[in-house]
């Protein structure tokens, strides 16, 4: 991983540890997925994502915009409001299709602080009996995000901006 400081105060580099153990202690953040249009013009939806294994996944029903757009440019960009660090993760999308990580990541879902999300694996992708209105009807496919650069601005001391090329 390669790390630049991009702070123009003099505060050091911000180390990904702090904003992985925020990740990690936060999953049931929301998160804003910007994706890009066939005409090149700008999407941003709400998601609900979990970051498991190092890698953010996040569902969506294959007729919705954000879906579509996927399909056909994979390219996307995520931001994420953490406790006291603003993060955006810029990276490749891919569905999901093996049955082990659908399993394990519906698992997660279905396990939440609130009870969760109660969905279950079905012809390679999750269904349930509800999901945000966003999302489109059911079945929502299992989409995983593979960071290559990472922004951080700390919003609560200490302060600082980093920027992380991971591969």
């Known amino acids: 991983m390669n790390q630049t400081n991009l702070d123009i105060y003099g505060a050091d580099p911000i180390p990904w540890s702090r904003a992985l153990a925020q990740l990690e202690a936060n ?8 994706t890009t249009r066939h005409d090149g013009r700008p999407h941003i939806a709400g998601v609900g994502a979990k ?16 879906s579509r757009n996927l399909a056909e440019n ?16 810029e990276g490749t999308v891919a569905r999901v299709t093996d049955t082990a990580t659908l ?42 995000v593979t960071p290559e650069t990472a922004f951080l601005v700390a919003t609560a001391e200490p302060f600082g901006a980093t920027r992380w090329r991971f591969g």
């Open 27 to 34: 999953a049931e953040k929301s998160c804003w997925l910007a």
């Open 51 to 66: 970051w498991v294994d190092g890698r953010l996944y996040f569902t969506s029903g294959a007729a919705t915009r954000k």
């Open 74 to 89: 994979p390219h996307c960009a995520v931001s994420i409001s953490l406790p006291d660090l603003d993060l955006v993760i």
């Open 103 to 144: 399993e394990r990541l519906a698992a997660r879902y279905s396990s939440g602080a609130d009870g969760g999300w109660p969905v279950t694996v079905s012809n390679g992708a999750f269904t349930g009996p509800y999901s945000a209105p966003s999302a489109g009807p059911p079945p929502w496919d299992l989409y995983v």
